[in-house]
């Protein structure tokens, strides 16, 4: 796909107005419709042809996701969820010792290690706060052998500092990254990930049923494929030597082969996102959550993160930043919290209630003006104190 520029980009979203609610899914472009429509009409018409097309589309996806993620083709794979991506990870770091692991991270980041170490896999130990490179630095001692992120914090907008966190760490630690809540939106340190997953559901728009698994061969050594199938393994078919040896690179880490039309609907998502660029996705996102924490504040309500990008505000690089992920939260002081959302949904606005906190997650496509509007006329309507 050709470069686009970001008018041309929006020109493939049609979301209700006053959609603020990327952060739990997103609906998906018209190009990520129109695969899925053509996958479905050649499984339909089609046998071993509409198979051939669909695993050229997977091929096409890795070296999409490659570009994007700035590592080689074959370092990626695909699962069936971030959570399945997790669970991969969580199952593979070699050896006895401990992960160190957000508390307050989202819960499919968190029980893929907690489950593992009821396996036998490494122990857990929890940070308190957002996992910054000095809460990691705190924790180090010659027993932890990985760490677990999530590059942009679903509750907060929370941008973890992953390179500042991988210089911490060093070579012979290996960084997980769950990265749904960032990849299509943010831009964030991906080179500083030796692991990563993340679906497509949310910021990326593609919808369910695929997640891409980058595994750098720079921590080949340092893994082994825990929850590796067949599909990870050397001419597994009619062998009886089980097990095979594991194949190289990130899809030794699956356990079946991927779901070829939600691949296709990810690689179409992936290649809207490279042909305009995260930046000027981002800067749009983030002047709308801007507009609508403003408006927010005008009418009494106190606010959280923010539209503008990370370092704007002086953080440390090692700190993090609230700002820049294209979520934010507010709530109205005197009000009863529900009431706040149910107005709002009254109002037409999709938002999410985590009390006291109102979730705001808008995207470049969204009508700002409209929903500017519509979230002042709904705060202003409700009684406080």
Not at 247 to 276: I, K, M, Q, Y
Request: aromatic content about 4%; proline content about 6%.
């Amino acid at each position: 796909m050709s470069a686009q520029t970001l008018p041309e980009y929006l020109r493939q979203f049609d979301e209700p107005a006053g959609y603020l609610d990327f952060a739990r899914v997103g609906p998906v472009s018209a190009d990520v419709r129109a695969v899925l429509t053509r996958s479905a009409e050649l499984m339909h018409g089609q046998g071993l042809t509409a198979l051939a097309e669909l695993d050229r589309s997977v091929a096409r996806t890795a070296r999409t996701a490659a570009e994007l993620l700035g590592c080689l083709p074959h370092e990626i794979a695909f699962v069936g969820s971030t959570s399945h991506g997790m669970f991969a990870a969580a199952h593979a770091v070699r050896g006895e010792g401990v992960v160190l692991v957000g508390r307050d991270d989202f819960p499919g980041a968190v029980y893929p290690w907690l489950r593992a170490a009821g396996n036998g896999r490494l122990a857990v130990r929890l940070i308190d706060g957002p996992v910054t490179a000095d809460a990691v630095r705190a924790q180090l001692d010659d027993r932890v052998r990985a760490v677990s992120v999530c590059a942009v914090d679903s509750a907060t907008g929370f941008r973890a500092p992953l390179a500042a966190i991988k210089e911490a760490i060093g070579p012979d630690r290996v960084l997980v990254v769950d990265a749904i809540q960032a990849l299509g939106a943010v831009e964030f340190d991906a080179d500083a990930a030796d692991v990563l997953a993340s679906g497509g559901q949310k910021w990326l728009r593609a919808g369910w049923g695929a997640a891409l698994l980058m595994v750098r061969d720079r921590v080949a050594g340092l893994l082994e494929p825990g929850l590796g199938g067949w599909s990870g393994v050397i001419d597994p078919v009619g062998a009886r030597d089980h097990p095979r040896p594991a194949r190289p690179g990130a899809v030794a880490h699956t356990l079946t082969n991927p779901d070829g039309p939600a691949v296709a609907a990810l690689g179409a998502a992936l290649e809207l996102v490279r042909a305009v660029g995260v930046g000027p996705i981002n800067a749009r996102i983030g002047d709308t959550l801007d507009a609508l924490l403003d408006a927010a504040r005008a009418v009494g309500a106190r606010t959280a993160g923010g539209g503008a990008p990370a370092g704007s505000r002086g953080s440390r690089a090692d700190a993090g930043s609230a700002t820049g992920s294209g979520i934010a939260r507010f709530h109205l002081p005197g009000a009863d919290p529900l009431a706040v959302h149910d107005a709002l949904t009254a109002a037409g606005l999709a938002t999410t209630l985590r009390t006291p906190w109102v979730r705001l997650s808008p995207h470049a496509s969204t009508d700002r003006p409209d929903a500017v509007a519509r979230l002042t006329d709904a705060l202003r309507a409700v009684p406080t104190g």
